[in-house]
């Protein structure tokens, strides 16, 4: 091996472990954006739950509502009919 193939391999070796540093490096910057990514979707993951929970105790809230309102009316017109009676 001569003088310039002996430089051009060591040079690829070296050029080779910075390669190899560059590509741990660039994997643990993934490594920490995936779990980011993974922390904020659990947090909206969170709130969607919240608030499908609240829609949920909501509606049947206004379902409870709404019968007491139909069974107001109903005693409403009953007694309307017993004072138009007297």
Request: without cysteine.
């Amino acid at each position: 091996m001569d003088e310039q193939q002996m430089i051009q391999y060591f040079a690829s070796k070296q050029d080779l472990r910075e390669f190899k540093q560059e590509m741990s490096e660039f994997k643990d910057e993934m490594h920490e954006f995936k779990n980011e990514v993974l922390t904020v979707l659990d947090q909206q993951t969170v709130i969607l739950r919240r608030l499908d929970e609240e829609r949920v105790f909501g509606s049947e809230r206004v379902n409870k509502l709404e019968k007491r309102v139909d069974n107001n009316e109903q005693d409403i017109t009953e007694l309307k009919i017993k004072v138009a009676s007297i």
